[in-house]
């Protein structure tokens, strides 16, 4: 829980300064996109009034409005696009997922009675996406075949999120979402390959 600043159990404080006021500070994100910091971790600057020593491990780490990760998982815009953008301003994922369980609730549970054959067999199949496009064209949402086919993963990661959750619970939104989740996979990874103890990062 945080009321103002962010602080490590060291007590250092990582929060990025307020000096230039709170427009620029909610402005530090979009910055940080165009800057490519986002992308590869060698567009990130850390000035050397930024190092700090670690206490146990003496290890030189950065703060100053967050903290460099050990492993930089590049953030992938790749499956974004307008038409994706547009059906989820106009709440096109959340309205057809409400109404399509309204009709077809008791075969669903009936074919997953539970949250983890949903979560690993339901499929989103062409079918479906033709009923969202169609209801999405009622709300006022061109279909763009070319944005589709740019986040057709996202579409469909999304749409499964919202029926599971409206079929089970937010749990299984958040579930389904971390599938595709990049940093997720790659800590998952991490952690199951022991990556933090090859670059003797461990806690000691």
Do not use: W
């Not at 600057?45 to 998982?73: H, Q, W």
């Not at 740019?150 to 749990?171: D, M, V």
Request: glycine share 8%.
């Amino acid at each position: 829980m945080t009321i103002q600043r962010y602080y490590t159990p060291s007590g250092r404080c990582i929060q990025r300064p307020y000096d230039e006021g709170v427009k620029e500070y909610h402005k530090d994100l979009s910055k940080r996109l165009s800057g490519g910091e986002l992308m590869s971790a060698d567009s990130i600057d850390f000035p050397d009034s930024l190092k700090f020593e670690t206490r146990i491990n003496k290890r030189t780490v950065y703060g100053g409005g967050g903290i460099m990760p050990d492993i930089f998982v590049p953030a992938d815009t790749t499956g974004r696009s307008d038409y994706y953008f547009k059906l989820l301003r106009k709440g096109v994922f959340n309205q057809f997922s409400l109404t399509y369980l309204d009709q077809n609730r008791d075969q669903l549970a009936a074919a997953y009675p539970d949250k983890y054959g949903f979560v690993n067999d339901f499929q989103v199949d062409s079918n479906l996406i033709k009923q969202l496009v169609a209801y999405g064209e009622k709300q006022g949402v061109e279909y763009v075949e070319e944005d589709y086919n740019t986040s057709e993963k996202q579409i469909k990661n999304l749409l499964k999120a919202y029926l599971g959750r409206g079929l089970f619970n937010s749990g299984v939104y958040i579930q389904v979402l971390n599938q595709n989740d990049p940093t997720l996979n790659q800590a998952i990874e991490a952690i199951e390959g022991k990556t933090f103890n090859k670059l003797k990062l461990e806690y000691k």
